[in-house]
């Protein structure tokens, strides 16, 4: 199943931090190869915007041969839909590209549920279980692209999915969840705090390999 990384440039907690160096590579590198190791993922696309700040986005992924995708700043799930249509995709896995440490035995099971049966959307952010940075959604293209037809909210089109939670009621969305109560946890780059635990996570083990349990015990370790 193709799976499409959402990443930008003009973050204003922690500008840039996309491209920031992390271990042996860079955020963005780093959530890219986690989930390439997904046993589930077919194909792995960057879906960036038109912004010339994104430029550098772009620069990136043509230097590490990564495939990428542009379009709308403010429409993310127009992006989105406009990056699966690309390749042809009845449904995709979207994962955010400050997700370093995404855990690809979660997008497995998340894509293994989404062919069990014709959901409009596999999630396991609702209710929330995993720390933030674990987050896994995967989308029928088609119910994505009615939903961009309709009128929604400026908060709609930034945060892609958030129109399938606020009408949950007319989708079909199976959610599962960790079977811990992780919800306030992170492991996503959000600021200056979050980058620096994760420079730490790094050097403690540079390989990136371990999943998202044993990278909670490191993010929660003195430092």
């Known amino acids: 199943m193709l799976a499409i990384v959402q990443s930008r440039l003009n973050s204003?907690?922690?500008?840039?931090?996309?491209?920031?160096?992390?271990?042996?590579?860079?955020?963005?590198?780093?959530?890219?190869?986690?989930?390439?190791?997904?046993?589930?993922?077919?194909?792995?696309?960057?879906?960036?915007?038109?912004?010339?700040?994104?430029?550098?986005?772009v620069e990136f992924c043509k230097n590490n041969k990564i495939d990428s995708f542009r379009g709308s700043l403010e429409d993310v799930g127009k992006r989105l839909v406009d990056t699966a249509l690309s390749c042809r995709q009845e449904r995709f896995i979207r994962i955010c590209g400050d997700s370093p440490f995404i855990d690809p035995s979660i997008i497995d099971e998340a894509v293994s549920i989404s062919q069990s049966s014709d959901?409009?959307?596999?999630?396991?952010?609702?209710?929330?279980?995993?720390?933030?940075?674990?987050?896994?959604?995967?989308?029928?293209?088609?119910?994505?692209?009615?939903?961009?037809?309709?009128?929604?909210?400026?908060?709609?089109?930034?945060?892609?999915?958030?129109y399938f939670y606020n009408n949950y009621k007319n989708y079909r969305i199976c959610s599962f969840n960790s079977g811990a109560d992780q919800a306030n946890s992170r492991q996503c780059i959000d600021d200056e705090k979050d980058y620096e635990i994760a420079k730490y996570v790094m050097s403690v083990n540079n390989m990136n390999d371990l999943d998202w349990n044993k990278i909670q015990s490191l993010w929660n370790a003195p430092k």
């Not at 996309?18 to 879906?47: D, E, H, I, Q, W």
């Not at 088609?142 to 945060?159: D, G, L, P, V, W």
Request: charged share 25%.
């Open 12 to 57: 204003t907690r922690l500008p840039g931090k996309a491209l920031l160096p992390l271990g042996y590579s860079t955020v963005l590198g780093l959530c890219v190869k986690r989930v390439c190791a997904a046993n589930l993922v077919s194909k792995t696309f960057v879906s960036t915007s038109l912004e010339s700040s994104d430029d550098y986005i």
């Open 119 to 162: 959901f409009d959307l596999v999630t396991n952010v609702f209710p929330r279980s995993f720390p933030k940075g674990q987050s896994v959604e995967v989308i029928r293209t088609k119910t994505m692209q009615q939903i961009c037809s309709k009128k929604r909210t400026r908060a709609e089109k930034e945060h892609a999915t958030s």
